[in-house]
């Protein structure tokens, strides 16, 4: 299994810092980029930072410009054909809509994912009993049959950690544990989700830290966030348990 197309966002991000490092190179300021769409600054501003893609008759026009060599020259225009290619009916993101099929766009795609979980365990370590007792707890309240698709779709998202060429790295809160001490009335989804969590350890395309009380406050500690796609050297890292202490902590916490 291979890592999925790269998303039309993302494609227009990197044809658009190429095309930035291009135009230095060539000594040519944005405005006199312009010159050669016969656009406006802000029009290149716009398709070097990726808000708005490039198309491909100016892409070619621009390559006359700034003459890239033909690796460049070829690399960029398949990413531009690429993403203009519609994805299948029945592809996951097509169950998605707004900034979760960006996210399902990304989680497929990325060669390295980076999450930081502060008070909820990461949807792809989810079991299906938490992922039930969290979409229940939802206000305003879930229909049941709302409540069967969104844990169906999370389950199936979370498919992609058995993608060898994909990297996972998980750094989990310790509050994000304890505070599914009662959840069913009882610890059995705790002690279920915390024996998830710590058989992840065991993919080796994945890798989990969990943050213990004892380390006070760090940077970022109140937020959930995940990088997609580039290597970290973050405070919450540095903060977090190693994989193995995090697995022990997991199993007798």
Partial sequence: MTTAAIPKRVADVIIGRKLAALRTACGMSQAEAGKILDCTQNKIGNIERGDSGVTLPDLRALF???????????????LA???????????????????????????????YLWQHNSMTIPGLLQTEAYMRSLFRAARPSMSL????????????????????DQRFWFVIDQAALERMANMDGNSTIQREQKRAVADAIDRPNVEVQ?????????????????IFGHDSE?????????????????LTS
């Avoid at 919450?236 to 193995?244: D, F, K, V």
Wanted: avoid cysteine.
């Fill in 145 to 164: 049959d709302d409540v069967e698709r969104a844990t169906t779709l999370r389950l199936r998202r979370q498919a992609i950690l058995d993608n060898p």
């Fill in 64 to 78: 006359e410009g700034f003459a890239p060599d033909e690796p460049t020259r070829e690399r960029l225009l398949l």
């Fill in 210 to 226: 969990v943050v213990p009380w004892h380390v006070g406050y760090y940077f970022g500690q109140e937020f959930n966030f995940t």
């Fill in 81 to 111: 054909q690429g993403r203009e290619k519609r994805a299948s009916r029945k592809a996951l993101r097509a169950s998605f809509h707004g900034t979760m099929r960006e996210v399902v766009d990304l989680e497929t795609s990325a060669h």
């Fill in 234 to 250: 973050e405070h919450q890292r540095a903060a977090a348990l190693g994989p193995e202490q995090s697995r022990a902590f997991l």
